[in-house]
C-alpha cells in the first residue's frame, strides 16, 4: 500500500501545535495533526488558567485545549490519535511513522510535541496532581493566596518560582535536596532577600499529607546519615520544579537539540536545522513555557511552513 502524502504534519497538540494547525488550515495546507496520548497537552493536568489573554473568567486547561482544537477543525484541520515512534528526515520528503506502522510523508513538518515537568515519582504526589501538587507557580499560585506552600528544587526555576509565591503567598519553604542552589547568584540573592521564603537545605520529600486536598509534607534531613531527622510541615500546595524534559527523544537523529535535549531553533524563527523542519512550543522553549508564548510560536511555525511549501511549489 502507498504511503499516505501530506502537505503539513504538525506534531503535539497543546497550545502550540493547534495554533499552528489554526494559522495552516486557514491558508489551506490541509494539515494532519497527531495529538499524541495527552490531547490537550500538559495544560489538560493544571485547573483554571486565568493569564491566557481573552478569557476575562479564567477558563480550565482541559477546556481551553478543547476549544483551540475544535478552532482547528473548524478550518480543515485533521486530527489523529496517535503517537509517532519514529522519523526520516533525511530526505526531501519527511518520513513519520505513527503507531509503529502508519507511514506518512509530508513536504513539510511542525513539532510541537511539548516538555513534559518532572515529578518526585511519590505516590501522594500522583493522588494529590491538581489537589495542591503543581509543576508551575505561574499558573497556579493564585490560588494558594495567603497560603503556606512549598517548592521543591534549587535551579533558577524553583528560585524563580518561589519569589513568585512569596509575593501571594503567607510563606513559602524551598526545599532543596544539596546543601547549595544551583541557580544564578542573582536569582539567590533574590531568595535570601525574601523574608518569607524559608530555604531548607538538605531535605527530601518522603510523602504529601492529607485527605482529599494536600495538608502537609513529611520531609527528611540529611537522609541516611547520623544527622538524619524528620520534619513535617503544614502546606496547602506543593509545587515541583525540578525540570522539565522536553518531548524531543524521537527527532534526536536529525534535530540539533541543546544538552537538555530542547530543539535549537535559528534565531528569531521556527527553523531548525532541517530544512522543512520546524519546531515551536516548549519542546524548543526551556525558559518561558507559558501557553500564551506557545502559541504565538505555533503561529510562527505555521507561517514559516507556509512560506516553505509555496516556496518548493512555485
Ligand atoms: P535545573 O536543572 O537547573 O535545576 C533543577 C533543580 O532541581 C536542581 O536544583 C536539582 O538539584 C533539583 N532536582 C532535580 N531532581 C530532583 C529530585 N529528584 N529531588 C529534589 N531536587 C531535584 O532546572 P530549572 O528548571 O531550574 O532550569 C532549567 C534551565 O532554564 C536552566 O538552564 C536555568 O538556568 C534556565 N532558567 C533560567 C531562568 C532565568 O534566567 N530567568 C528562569 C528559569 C530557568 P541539584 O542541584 O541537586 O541537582
New binding site residues.
Partial sequence: MANEQVKLLIIGSGPAGYTAAIYASRANLSPVLIEGLQVGGQLTTTTDIENFPGYPNGISGAEMMEDLRRQAERFGTEMRFGMVTSVDFSGDKKLVTVDGDKLIEAEAVIVATGATA?Y?GLPSEAKFRGSGVSACATCDGFFYRKKDVAV???????C?EATYLAHLCNKVYLI???DA????KA?QQRVFNTPNIEVLFEH?TLELTGTDVVEGARLVFRQGTADEQIRDIKIDGFFL????KPNSDVFAKYLDTDD?GYIKTIAGTSKTNVTGVFACGDVQD??YRQAITAAGSGCKAALDAEQYILSRND
Avoid: F, Q
Avoid at 181 to 184: F, G, N
Avoid at 241 to 244: C, F, L, R, V
Fill in positions: 518532572k518526585l521543591v528544587g534549587g535551579g533558577d526555576t524553583a524563580e532543596v535536596r544539596k542552589l544551583r541557580a544564578s536569582m527530601n520544579a525540578i525540570g522539565h537538555a526551556p525558559r
